[in-house]
């Protein structure tokens, strides 16, 4: 996992005295006998790129549609810089939205389309086409300002697009799916350059997508959205390395989930009968787990390594690789142990040339130490 920020980010979240720039109080929305949002709360602060990320149908839209003003909550507030805004109409929240579509005027030149909103509040002339060389020059499309929206490319009306929604300094900036038309490379480009200029103006983003590799690269702090609910809310190191359920920890990357019960604990030491892996398995864990807890053992690929002797490998699980997939820089196995589990493990490819390399139906033994891994309970 990596991250696009730079520097070490503030964390305005972790500061009780700081007042949020919004404010999510309870907020459901019900469409008939479907609750879209389901009691949702969530303090955002000045100056964050706030991630919401879940799949299809959790209701990222609908509460990005409720923070700009165009669904109102069936239940609940929403304050903006202290305001109650629930029912403060779109037009007066100082927030703007970019559209998954974009939502270019066809018939109008580039430098027009950024200026709309600005003539529509009543800007001076020259004050407007000053604003619009600004925003040219920060998405890098200067020399693009008298075309016309179909003669772009898609990464182009993408810029278009920010630009307009960035004209009118908002303090708060809501993308919906931003980069969503976008190819894999030219996203990774445009996440870079997003992060940039949210670092350079210190607008605060909230960003809806489905993407978690997109909300890991570049937020702040994720909310990670289930059936209408927030299931964890987190920076991303922390939503990777402690998720606090399956689906946290299923949803963002990949992890080996391994089943079984508490069979004692010692101080911070777990001790886990696991009938799927075959053996006991160990973790740091710091609350205490009743005896016979159903728990569920979590540990990412990249901690998983062959096992040379290492004394600190609390956890060893033998077994055959069945799969080897080939990504350049790292190979992801997979292992088949005795119950029939698959572990998963990956390995860097840095000095593959030099080594024998593993092969299918090679015997191997995996080991991870006790406090690579998480414990989790629901
Ligand atoms: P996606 O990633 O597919 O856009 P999402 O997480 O943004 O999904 P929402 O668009 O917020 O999800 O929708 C949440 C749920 O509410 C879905 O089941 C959707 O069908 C439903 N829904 C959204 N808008 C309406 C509406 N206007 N009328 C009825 N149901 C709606």
Redesign the pocket.
């Known amino acids: 996992m990596s991250s696009l920020r730079q520097s070490k980010p503030e964390e305005p979240w972790q500061a009780p005295e700081g007042e949020p720039i919004i404010r999510i109080e309870n907020v459901s929305k019900r ?2 006998e ?1 609750y ?2 389901d009691g949702i709360s969530l303090d955002i602060h000045s100056g964050e790129f706030f991630s919401l990320l ?12 409720m923070l700009a003003g165009f669904e109102l909550p069936t239940e609940g507030k929403i304050y903006i810089d202290g305001q109650d805004v629930t029912d403060v109409p779109p037009y007066e929240r100082p927030v703007n939205m970019m559209f998954q579509s974009y939502a270019l005027f066809p018939h109008m030149s580039v430098a027009d389309n950024i200026a709309f909103g600005l003539k529509q509040e009543g800007m001076p002339k020259a004050r407007r086409q000053e604003r619009v060389r600004e925003m040219l020059a920060l998405v890098q499309i200067d020399k693009l300002a008298a075309r016309k929206p179909h003669q772009l490319s898609g990464g182009q009306r993408q810029r278009v697009a920010l630009a307009r929604a960035l004209a009118k300094h908002p303090k708060i900036l809501l993308l919906d ?1 931003p980069l969503g038309a976008l190819d894999k490379k030219l996203r990774e480009q445009t996440q870079f350059e997003l992060v940039n200029i949210q670092e350079r103006l210190g607008i605060t983003f909230i960003i ?1 997508t ?1 993407d978690q590799e997109e909300a890991m690269t570049m937020s702040s702090r994720i909310a990670l ?1 289930r059936d ?1 609910r927030v299931e964890q809310v987190d920076p991303p190191r922390r939503l990777y390395e402690y998720p606090n359920s399956r689906y946290a920890a299923d949803f963002i990357g990949s992890i080996n989930l391994i089943d079984g019960h508490v069979l004692s604990q010692e101080e911070n030491r777990v001790r886990i009968r696991s009938e799927e892996a075959g053996c006991d398995l160990e973790v740091i864990h710091g609350q205490p787990l009743l005896a016979g807890t159903p728990v569920t053992l979590a540990v990412r690929p990249e901690k998983v390594r062959l096992d040379s002797g290492d004394a600190q490998l609390a956890n060893r699980v033998s077994g055959v690789i069945k799969e080897i997939a080939y990504l350049g820089d790292v190979s992801i196995y997979h292992v088949e142990l005795a119950t029939g589990k698959r572990i998963q493990f990956t390995q860097s490819n840095v000095q593959a040339l030099a080594e024998q390399p593993l092969s299918w139906e090679d015997e191997v033994v995996l080991g991870w130490p006790a406090n690579s891994c998480g414990v989790l309970t629901q």
Not at 54 to 64: F, Q, R, V
């Open positions: 469409f008939g479907l879209a949002v879940g799949p299809s149908g959790c209701g990222k839209t609908t509460l990005l549609r799916e809806v489905h959205l209408g």
